[in-house]
């Protein structure tokens, strides 16, 4: 008689370094030295061979029920803010199968993780598709930790039954963060959009953290696990993605919060109406914005003197229409009151408002005529002082503009004031995804490299999803090449913030100045 095939299934065995899938083994045939039953290889519980050779699988939530605890790693670590940044965080992991009783440990000092905080598992499954994809489960793990103490750094480390982060062995896992402190300091937050899995974005991360920002924005098209962004079920779709965007992360993630919204790469239509129980699943967010179940990537929050919006722009985009109106405007009467609540607040100096398309960009989406008719009135009218966005898949920034035109020019270096002069875009799409151009004669223009052009010939898009061609002054910095944006908070007698964009090689491409009343 043959011998069983104890091997690893495939979808278990990509989410494991050699040395879990080793322990797994080991464990497997300690544990079962007889024969597998006819009734296991049914269930799933094996890889097996079809006639012509070819590997095939059968995934099911059995085959990963019955991993041992003490191989089943926590990975993919990710942290967000709760609604309070001083006093909420929220941290987010994933798990190569079910696990039981997971939390967080959490302390003031690595050696000390004293408080045990339960989490809550999230099971995605994503249904086959015939031929194309199998059946598949994803495990995802979450934890509020709330009545923090401001400007605390706090150590933490996540487990379940079987692993334990305060063990000795385990010890590596534990990070650290930082919440916000209880009144205004100087801090740096960083943004991008577009990111993907790869050598670049994750070269991005690692210069991104060396700026030591406070926080993070993800203007969205976060992982690229929807291939064609149309948020359709015939969209091209690998989960599995996901397991390695969140590993590619982590290296960042895990101390820096990493607050996303939604591009239109992230409606994946197979788990909700909207597509977004996906993101449900993965993302723990500030619950405050008009409708956390439907709308996870609308929510604000304030650190320091800077409030926070971000939206979601799929709801008002007329270029990419599969959630145009979502909301039956609900979004945007939320925008309305969010801003006027910030802007009257004697705590914040400065708004920030990010989302995924395009309000003025000339790249290949160019500017989306949804959201300029929905949203910038808004903006104007209660004097955003900056606005990032992802979609396009390069660096460009305007100079402030006013009424649709431009209010006063920035050129690299200058200093601009809202109340004054108008609303400085800023595209930051060079995340890491394959790069954008620019039209026909735009040349890049960038510091250390500036070309002076009056006028660039682009478009936006119409609700008709018509591209209706337009000649713009406003293109005042462009740069094709993976990218961030780096912005340096002061609060303070005179506060400002000091706007930077730093290339792959951490070389700045531009920076700028917003100053209130100056």
Sequence with gaps: ??????????????????????????????????????????????????????????????ATSKVPGSVATPFGRHLAFGADPKTQMRVSWQVPAAVKKPYVRIGTRPEELSRKI???????HTPELQGVRPAFEQYYVHAALDGLRPGTTYYYGVGHDGFDPAAPDR??????????????????????????????????DHVL?????????????????????????????????????????????????????????????????????GQ?????????????????????FTYGNVGVVALDANDVSYEIPANLGYTDGRQTKWLDEKLRELRSSA???FIVVFFHHCAYSTSTHASDGGVRAEWLPLFARHEVDLVINGHNHVYERTDAIKNGEVGKPVPIGESTDPTRDGIVYVT???????????????????????????????????????????????????????????????SGAAPRLKVSALAQSGERIDHFEVRRGA
């Design 1 to 62: 008689m043959d011998l069983p095939d104890f091997g690893i299934p495939p979808q278990l065995a990509r989410r494991m370094s050699m040395a879990e899938q080793h322990e797994y083994l080991r464990t497997r045939l300690t544990r079962r030295r007889t024969l597998v039953t006819a009734g296991a290889v049914a269930g799933g519980l094996l890889t097996g061979c079809s006639e012509s050779g070819t590997t095939t699988t059968k995934p099911s939530p059995s």
């Design 118 to 124: 339960e989490a809550e598992v999230r099971d995605l």
């Design 171 to 204: 010890r590596s896992t534990i990070s650290s963060f930082r919440t916000a402190p209880a009144t205004p300091e100087t801090f740096v937050f960083t943004a991008f959009g577009d990111q993907g899995v790869g050598k670049d974005a994750a070269a991005n």
């Design 209 to 277: 953290l060396r700026q030591k920002p406070a926080f993070h924005l993800h203007a969205g098209d976060i992982c690229y696990a929807n291939v064609n962004g149309r948020g359709k079920e015939s969209d091209s779709y690998d989960p599995g993605h996901w397991d390695l965007f969140l590993k590619q992360t982590e290296t960042v993630a895990r101390s820096v919060p990493w607050m996303v919204t939604t591009g239109n790469h992230d409606m994946e239509a197979w788990y909700s109406p909207d597509g977004y129980g």
């Design 280 to 300: 449900t699943a993965r993302f723990s967010l500030p619950d405050n914005g008009f409708d956390p179940r439907t709308a996870p990537g609308v929510y604000a």
């Design 347 to 349: 705590d914040v100096d």
């Design 428 to 490: 930051a799409g060079g995340g890491g995804k394959d790069l954008y151009g620019f039209p026909v004669g735009a040349e890049e223009s960038y510091e250390g490299h500036v070309r002076e052009r009056e006028s660039v010939t682009t478009f936006q898009w119409t609700r008709s999803r018509l591209a209706k061609a337009e000649t713009v002054e406003w293109s005042r910095v462009r740069y094709r090449g993976f990218s961030f944006l780096s912005v340096e908070a002061e």
